[in-house]
């Protein structure tokens, strides 16, 4: 016999022979090995069948709870998929099987050897690290630990698995959003660069920190890519996006990848690209419109520049667009209404300028629509009232005029509208809202329109959760507000509603309201309210600046936010505040409250935030029991009478940055201290009957943070305290990271209903000057000032005081100061409010100060007894006669006396300052202090229309001097 029929006659009993045993166990299945039953018999009873360790859902059961020995064919068992020829269990999907326990190395599942498929995902596995003996597993080509709670280092055996086609560990975090795997020995490239076949490959929330490796783009099987939240660095490497298979790629929440968009192909088989919250920038190519098979485009909160191409609308089978956050330029094209497969778009802080266009209208599957923080001006398009299956529709942030469409009824399925902050004008109607019964979210607010609120106590009308209508001419109460019963926010704030608070409106919501806002109408009681206001979850009352009488409201137990300042309140604080332990915000200033603080106000030491009592006629002495451990921030007892000394147990409160007992009776020597407290920024304390010499320091870290320090109007004397000027450090320079652009604040963050409603806490300050109050309505936190005015300070000025660099306003008027003025005032160039008026110092004004100070704006040295010329040019030029009068010896511009001959002229030398660089003429130090909250010259500026109202004078002045300070 030949040897190739002999072969062929092998080949033929061998094919009958698995064909045989084929057939055999298709009439009489294989069992599985009793090794294998066992070993998943012991995998089983290592855990405990908990159903909080699988996220509800219709697919999440114990699939183990079938297996039993009575059951001896395994390859029966749920999740058990066998061999049909050997009978080995190559497959095991025991996801969201409310699998609770900690797995090792040592596990049975290990013995499954011819393992190809491992599905674990969607249970708790208790913080485990990933088994290493995963390696053995050699056969794997599916490999699923997602949401399990697997933490520490991806182990580097699993790169050892050639054959992986899908490899998914994303998901395993805590509910503290933090990643609980991570990725960095192996790093991301050393663990996949063996996976020739990698179809997908899912880490999302794996600590990956490091590049994405370039290897990557040469694995032309893969599909899917999701990476987000991974913490990725480096440049993304663009023939990735061209590999032939790729359908998704997710990389969202990588605010270090960089990167920008290809000229993609029009072979491309991407469905979805998501990339929102990563650095990639540059324009979109207009080749994005080839991709006819996207579905989802996510490229929210990049930096993605330039004009958005039309040749997007040739995407019609996208779904969901997001686009926010960008800088896009031009208008948004018309052919975005192609798109009408479009369920979802956001388009929110985009830069988008012209018209809204109305081929949105096109559009009847958009159930979500988002043009909100942009650019758009004209009217709302009637059109979009075509859009019937909306739930949800932002305008808020725009510049469009004209009226709200009365067609806005045709949408019947709204739940959301918001229209905040545009000049939409008219009368618009609230019946017309009113008529949307799926309605739950309405925002009218800072618009110009009349909104009419008719007398409806309709039952039928939507039951609202939150409710914005601040600032919409209301004249009272809206009607429909009765019938409210899950109300979350009501903000009726800045309108023109009169009278008492009407009793109805006490059983409103009062199981469910959060967040009430009141302030500013002129409101004047409560109409039969409980003396504990009803609204048992309320967090958040603002009832300032109405005029409210009788006596203080009590907030329900919930409050955190409590602000009722600038009313008519009379009588004391009632003991009952004292149970509000959740309380962070307290003002209660600018009132007629009067008593005795309670001491249970000092011992909040928990939440406790913000003091706030400034401007009543409390008195008695400062609480002196101030707990220890506690959070204040800012304590303002300011203008009122108390008296006594300072409490020392005020060092109790570590993380104060703002103290005001300025405008009282306290009678004590300088608290030195204070000095240290590590956060304290501003210290006032001008105004009382403190007396005797400021010392030296005992230490050299004393007030590292004090910016701003008001001791004027009391009973001080000796020397100027020199020892402090050098150890003010953040006098010397400023941490611009913390203080720079910012106001002093406090932020509460609040969540409604899965809305975010961010609301701020500013603070404000007072300063005495000359017996006049001026109003910081905003602090900015580059603010440096020392006020130590109107003291019996004697001797010269130290020199020191020029290392304090960062100073803006300095007054040491009223004193009894004497000597020069040093020339190392000069040196202090952010100067901008000089007063060192009424004293008796003596010698010439040091012209060095007209040519470095080139910010100075106001400077008084009258009645001094200076003598020789007055310094001429730059800001120089600008003072009127009033800054230098009561000085016998000075001569020269602007005086009337004239320098002789002989006095030689202190004219200062050439500069390059041009000639617009004069500043403002005359102006008085309430007019600095007026306005700095606000911007330095935009108070200037306003104090000097209003003494003068010279418009014309306004708009050249303040032209010139914005120009300047914008070079600096």
Excluded at 21 to 40: G, I, K, Y
Excluded at 190 to 206: A, C, M, P
Excluded at 475 to 501: A, K, V, Y
Aim: proline share 5%; charged share 15%.
């Amino acid at each position: 016999m030949r040897p190739s029929f002999a072969f062929a006659c092998f080949l033929f009993i061998l094919a009958l022979f698995q064909f045989t045993a084929f057939s055999f166990s298709s009439v009489h299945p294989v069992l599985c090995h009793d090794d294998e039953r066992l070993a998943l018999m012991q995998f089983k009873e290592s855990f405990i069948i908990d159903e909080r360790a699988s996220p509800a859902s219709s697919y999440a059961y114990p699939k183990v709870d079938g297996w039993t020995f009575q059951g001896v064919d395994c390859c029966s068992w749920d999740g058990v998929e066998c061999d049909q020829i050997t009978g080995q269990v190559i497959g095991l999907d025991l996801s969201s099987s409310f699998l609770y326990g900690s797995i090792n190395s040592s596990s049975t599942l290990f013995h499954l050897v011819h393992l190809q498929k491992l599905n674990l995902a969607h249970n708790d596995f208790n913080y485990s690290v990933i088994p290493s003996a995963l390696g053995n597993l050699s056969l794997l080509t599916y490999l699923n630990l997602s949401n399990s709670v697997f933490s520490g280092q991806i182990p580097s055996e699993i790169s050892k698995l050639f054959r992986l086609s899908s490899l998914d560990l994303s998901y395993n975090w805590d509910p503290r959003f933090q990643r609980l795997l991570e990725l960095k020995m192996p790093d991301l490239k050393s663990l996949i660069q063996n996976f020739t076949d990698l179809k997908h490959l899912h880490l999302s929330y794996v600590d990956v920190a490091s590049p994405i490796p370039s290897v990557l783009a040469n694995f032309s099987s893969l599909t899917s890519l999701r990476l987000d939240y991974c913490g990725l660095l480096g440049k993304f490497p663009l023939p990735i996006f061209q590999l032939p298979n790729l359908q998704i790629v997710w990389l969202m929440h990588n605010v270090g990848l960089t990167g920008y968009f290809p000229e993609f192909n029009f072979t491309s088989q991407l469905k979805v690209l998501a990339l929102g919250n990563t650095s990639f920038s540059g324009e979109l190519p207009a080749s994005i419109g080839g991709l006819d098979s996207l579905e989802i485009l996510e490229i929210d909160h990049c930096n993605f520049t330039g004009l958005v191409p039309s040749t997007l609308g040739n995407l019609t089978n996208l779904y969901y667009m997001d686009l926010q956050n960008n800088s896009f330029t031009g208008e948004l094209p018309y052919s975005i209404g192609n798109l009408i497969s479009l369920e979802y778009l956001y388009i929110p802080r985009c830069k988008f300028t012209g018209l809204v266009p109305a081929m949105l209208g096109n559009l009847t599957k958009l159930m979500v629509l988002d043009l909100g923080s942009n650019l758009f001006r004209g009217s709302i398009p009637p059109e979009l009232t075509n859009l019937t299956q909306l739930t949800y529709l932002n305008l808020m942030e725009n510049m469009l005029e004209g009226s709200v469409p009365s067609s806005i009824s045709r949408l019947k399925k709204l739940e959301f509208f918001d229209c905040d902050k545009n000049r939409l004008g008219g009368m618009v109607e609230l019946d017309t809202f009113l008529e949307l019964k799926q309605l739950k979210y309405l925002f009218l607010s800072l618009n110009n329109f009349n909104l009419i609120s008719r007398n409806n106590t309709n039952a039928t009308s939507p039951q609202l959760v939150d409710i914005g209508l601040r600032y919409c001419h209301l004249r009272g109460f809206p009607d429909f507000l009765r019938n409210q019963h899950q109300l979350q926010l009501l903000d009726l704030s800045s309108n023109n509603i009169e009278g008492q608070i009407p009793k109805w409106l006490s059983k409103v919501s009062i199981e469910t309201l959060l967040f009430l806002d009141l302030s500013n109408n002129s409101l004047t009681g409560f109409d039969e309210f409980p003396v504990v206001l009803p609204w048992s979850k309320l967090y958040y009352l603002k009832l300032d600046s109405n005029i409210l009488q009788g006596s203080l409201p009590v907030p329900p137990l919930s409050t955190s936010f409590y602000s009722i300042s600038n009313n008519s309140i009379t009588g004391e604080i009632p003991p009952l505040l004292c149970n509000l332990s959740s309380l962070s915000i307290l003002d209660v200033s600018l009132n007629n409250l009067s008593g005795e603080i309670p001491l249970c106000l000092s011992n909040f030491s928990e939440y406790l935030l913000v003091l706030r009592v400034r401007s009543n006629n409390f008195h008695g002495p400062i609480p002196r029991s101030w707990a220890s451990g506690n959070r204040l921030k800012m304590i303002d007892l300011g203008k009122n009478k108390f008296q006594g000394k300072i409490p020392r147990s005020l060092m109790e409160c570590r993380m104060l940055e703002y103290l005001d007992l300025g405008n009282n009776q306290i009678s004590d020597s300088f608290p030195s201290w204070l000095g240290t407290l590590p956060e304290l920024n501003i210290l006032i304390l001008s105004s009382n009957a403190l007396y005797g010499m400021i010392g030296d320091p005992e230490s050299h870290f004393v007030f590292p943070k004090l910016r701003v320090i008001d001791l004027s109007h009391n009973r001080f004397n000796g020397t100027l305290p020199s020892g402090y000027f050098e150890r003010w450090n953040a006098m010397r320079s400023l941490d611009v990271r913390n203080s720079s652009a910012s106001y002093m604040l406090e932020y509460l963050d609040m969540t409604i209903n899965v809305m975010h409603v961010p609301r701020y806490y500013i603070y404000s300050m007072t300063i005495t000057n000359k017996g006049i109050e001026m109003l910081y309505p905003k602090i900015i936190r580059t603010l440096v000032a020392i006020d130590l005015s109107s003291n019996r300070f004697d001797g010269e000025i130290p020199e020191s005081i020029w290392s304090l660099k960062e100073l803006h306003l300095l007054n040491f008027s009223n004193n009894i100061l004497v000597g020069r003025i040093p020339s190392a005032i000069a040196k202090l160039t952010n100067l901008e409010a000089l007063d060192l008026s009424q004293n008796k110092l003596a010698g010439r004004i040091p012209w060095e100060l007209s040519t470095q100070l080139t910010f100075l704006a106001v400077l008084s040295v009258s009645h001094n007894h200076l003598s020789g010329p007055i310094p001429q040019g730059q800001q120089f030029d600008t003072f009127q006669s009033s800054s230098f009068e009561g000085n016998l010896g000075l001569c020269g511009k602007p005086l009337l006396k004239e320098c002789d001959s002989g006095s030689g002229a202190l004219a200062p030398p050439p500069s390059s300052i041009s000639e617009d660089s004069g500043f403002l003429v005359g102006l008085h130090w309430k007019v600095v202090l007026l306005g700095y909250g606000s911007g330095f010259l935009i108070g200037v500026t306003i104090g000097h229309f209003v003494t003068t109202r010279k418009s014309d004078w306004l708009a050249k002045t303040f032209a010139k001097s914005h120009g300047r300070r914008q070079r600096r």
